[in-house]
């Protein structure tokens, strides 16, 4: 198991404090802090708890702008590019639902309720899991061969996608700004450092060697299909 994003917070957890976004700040931290994450072996960046949920929020984003890119498509009367969005969908549930919010579920959710922090928002969070997966559901059997030919299905598909897009950004960024920094302040920097061990060893049993990585390159493929990879094409022009 290759346990290099993370190693070096199990190394150095006793000897510190975790700082804003999960950073190890203190004598024993101060090559990490000169030189940014630490690396080790294959170049694998030492990833916290809180930078790695945050990064798979990266992911999800770029799904949204699949779905943003079919919804576009059929308003501007292209083809909608049912295919792309299914696969895209595929790793949502795959990656999102059976992965990235388990662990939030599992490991994070049940740690604020313990310490009676943020239940509120926690509450209103699990809530949109389960609405979350109801729409993936909606998503997948409208673009599955046998859903696409039946009258009204396109409609109920593009209404399924926006509720999903008009969830989800909120959702992410209430979890990214209020709910991940505040994990720190509840859990011991031990048993932070094992935490981070509990995700990688998850995600690798998962998604094999490549893990998040090899996600990346799926999502990217998908991009190409429809266009939309060049960043540049996004930056305004005039």
């Not at 984003?61 to 595929?90: H, M, W």
């Amino acid at each position: 198991m290759n346990r290099g994003r993370r190693g070096f917070l199990v190394r150095t957890g006793g000897f510190g404090l975790l700082g804003a976004g999960g950073v190890l700040v203190g004598t024993a931290a101060v090559a990490a802090e000169k030189g940014g994450a630490k690396k080790k072996g294959g170049g694998d960046e030492d990833v916290a708890p809180p930078e790695d949920l945050m990064r798979e929020h990266g992911v999800l984003n770029r799904i949204l702008l699949i779905y943003e890119e079919g919804i576009r498509r059929v308003e501007a009367k292209q083809p909608f590019p049912s295919e792309t969005v299914a696969a895209a969908a595929d790793i949502i549930r795959r990656f999102i639902e059976q992965y990235h919010e388990k662990l939030e579920e599992d490991h994070l959710f049940p740690r604020f309720e313990k310490a009676n922090k943020l239940v509120d928002l926690v509450a209103t969070l699990r809530r949109q899991h389960q609405a979350g997966r109801k729409l993936t559901d909606g998503i997948l059997k409208l673009t599955a061969p046998a859903g696409a030919p039946v009258p009204g299905n396109q409609q109920k598909l593009l209404e399924a996608m926006r509720a999903f897009i008009r969830m989800y950004r909120p959702h992410e960024a209430r979890e990214d700004t209020v709910l991940f920094p505040a994990l720190r302040s509840i859990v011991p920097p031990k048993e932070f450092a094992e935490l981070g061990e509990q995700f990688e060893d998850k995600e690798h049993q998962l998604f094999g060697k490549e893990g998040f990585e090899g996600v990346v390159v799926q999502v990217g493929k998908l991009e190409q299909t429809l266009g939309i990879y060049d960043l540049d094409q996004f930056t305004p022009r005039g």
